[in-house]
């Protein structure tokens, strides 16, 4: 069971656009003035982008992308407390996460587009991280796409094995997630928590939409009918 952390379990946009700014001036020498989208993007996509659109003049090869990670996660760590205040977890995420977690032969962890480290602050930070395998997750710390990173969970949960597309779930709120689901051998489940709509997703690729996550019974039962109508494929 994997999970999209940012605007599906909880939002702290307002600290990561600070500490994106702060790490993207230290690297290049230039401010981000502009932004790109962050949906299903990780952090590797998204400097290489803020590196086009705000015109750096350095070239934004291996190396600097090192250098931007590392500086992103410094400036994350000086502002963790910031997140209870300017962030927020999202309704029923918790319980959804509890509720989960009670499933038969059922393993929950992440895939992020965050460096490990920052990926685990923003879950430490709400108390949803005990309800997570964050050792096998997917994390931006790699130059991977996310569907890449969906492949490489399955193969570590199983343990040297492949878990069947048809037993992989990813709950997300937006459509890139959903299409690297697809891409990466996994059911992708909507959750309406973002600004995405529900047609957005369902074309995209997913055939269970939920409106939030405040009834754990329904993201149960979303888990099965997504699982259930693979394996009747």
Known sequence: ????????????????RAAYAEAFEKVTGEPLVYLTSTAGRTDSEMFFEFCARNYVDIEPDVDTLAQFLAALEAAFET???????????????????????????????????????????????????????????????????????????????AEGGMIPDSSTV???????????????????????NG??????????GAQVVLPDLTDPRAVMTAVHQATDSTTAR
């Open 79 to 157: 502002r963790t407390g910031e997140l209870a205040a300017k962030g927020r977890v999202m309704p029923g995420a918790a319980a959804s996460l509890a509720a989960v977690a009670s499933l038969p032969d059922t393993v929950q962890t992440v895939v992020s587009g965050s460096p490990r480290t920052v990926a685990t602050a923003k879950l430490v930070a709400f108390g949803l991280d005990p309800y997570l395998n964050l050792a096998i997750g997917g994390y931006g710390s790699v130059n991977y796409p996310k569907s890449t990173l969906i492949q490489s969970i399955r193969l570590h949960a």
């Open 195 to 204: 600004p995405t709509t529900e047609g957005q997703l369902r074309d995209a």
């Open 1 to 16: 069971m994997l999970w999209n952390i940012d605007l599906t379990l909880l939002d702290v946009g307002r600290v990561m």
């Open 170 to 192: 990813l709950i997300t709120d937006n459509v890139s997630d959903v299409r690297a689901a697809l891409i990466g051998g996994a059911v992708p489940v909507g959750v309406l």
